[in-house]
């Protein structure tokens, strides 16, 4: 396989792109958005491009996100990478969302973060046994953006709101229950799928086989008590529901939201709540908007630091607690800008 970070091809009349870092997971870089994105254009208006279709090298992920340590880098350096990498990364998925040609990904592995942008908006999200989705940003001091912000609170049951305070991993057949992916085939098929689109067969005929889920989802089995835990008007509502609630899974649920960063988790929340009322490139404005204001802060560098630089997995949050991040801090990150993010 080539060098490149991103490899692009026409087989007959699809449009083939391969997400090519397997030993950084495919971490995205602002040149795979630059190389994805002008291709991407060149193929909506080349009428012998029929489907576009992304994959991920190697076998153990689709794509693990953006390449968070350049980020924390360029924040640290007060360059402007990371404003520039989250401006076009964000009119990528604007302009995958929008696509006018079917847009075919096949997502194995591990899928979190940048990856999901680049996949899950497309018209048909193929997913595997491998299959390993999630949103962890509140982890390291970010919040679940790539269209979170519109995707998420539409999820029924509060499920959306429970992916992005908890970061909880999903798998192929819950993701298929949420409506997150269109259909569940085995990895084993993947190249037989893309030789399939290659001979000119539509996306629809092809994929009509696995378009079936029969197997019984553990998200759609907590269903009733993640839409009653998480129907809270707060952070702290929830955290309130899921104490008195004294399962396993309550508790082992608020364990993990009170190792978030407080600030990500109380942005998520005001995330889902302005989600529902916006459409997609609303969304985006609203992600990019936090964004610029994160790299401002501090928890980002602290959570980066914790989790991925040091990996002593004790980042120490600024505040600390839920209770000191106040509502006017909060509504200062959803401000609009002065450079109000763009689209192409």
């Not at 870092?21 to 958005?33: D, E, S």
């Not at 991407?40 to 012998?48: M, N």
């Not at 680049?118 to 048909?124: I, M, P």
Request: aromatic share 8%; charged share 20%; glycine share 8%.
């Amino acid at each position: 396989m080539s060098d490149a970070e991103l490899i692009a091809e026409q087989r007959g009349p699809l449009g083939l792109l391969t997400l090519n870092r397997p030993k950084a997971l495919n971490a995205l870089t602002l040149g795979m958005v630059h190389v994805m994105t002008a291709q991407l254009q060149a193929w909506a208006h080349d009428k012998s491009i029929h489907a576009v279709a992304v994959r991920g090298a190697g076998d153990r992920a689709f794509c693990a996100g953006g390449d968070v340590r350049a980020l924390w880098e360029s924040g640290k350096n007060r360059t402007d990478y990371a404003s520039r990498f989250w401006h076009d990364e964000y009119q990528l998925n604007t302009l995958i969302k929008e696509y006018p040609k079917p847009y075919v990904a096949l997502i194995h592995g591990v899928v979190m973060g940048g990856g999901v942008g680049v996949s899950f908006h497309g018209s048909h999200r193929v997913v595997c046994e491998t299959t390993a989705f999630a949103m962890p940003e509140t982890g390291i001091g970010l919040f679940p953006d790539v269209g979170g912000t519109y995707f998420l609170p539409r999820l029924h049951g509060n499920c959306g709101l429970y992916l992005a305070l908890t970061g909880a991993r999903v798998k192929a057949a819950d993701l298929r229950h949420l409506g997150l992916a269109t259909h569940v085939a085995p990895f084993a098929d993947f190249e037989a799928i893309i030789a399939g689109l290659a001979a000119g067969r539509a996306p629809d005929d092809l994929l009509a086989p696995f378009a079936g889920n029969e197997a019984e989802p553990p998200v759609r089995a907590r269903a009733q008590e993640i839409e009653q835990l998480f129907a809270g008007d707060s952070v702290e509502a929830v955290l309130a529901a899921l104490d008195r609630a004294g399962t396993d899974f309550s508790r082992e649920t608020a364990a993990i939201i009170r190792t978030k960063s407080p600030t990500s988790l109380k942005i998520a929340f005001r995330q889902m709540q302005e989600g529902r009322a916006h459409q997609f490139r609303d969304c985006m404005k609203i992600e990019f908007r936090v964004t610029e204001r994160i790299q401002q802060g501090v928890d980002f560098y602290e959570g980066v630091r914790a989790i991925i630089i040091d990996k002593d997995n004790a980042p120490k949050w600024s505040p600390a607690q839920l209770e000191d991040v106040s509502a006017s801090a909060i509504d200062a990150y959803f401000a609009p800008l002065a450079r109000e993010l763009t689209f192409l």
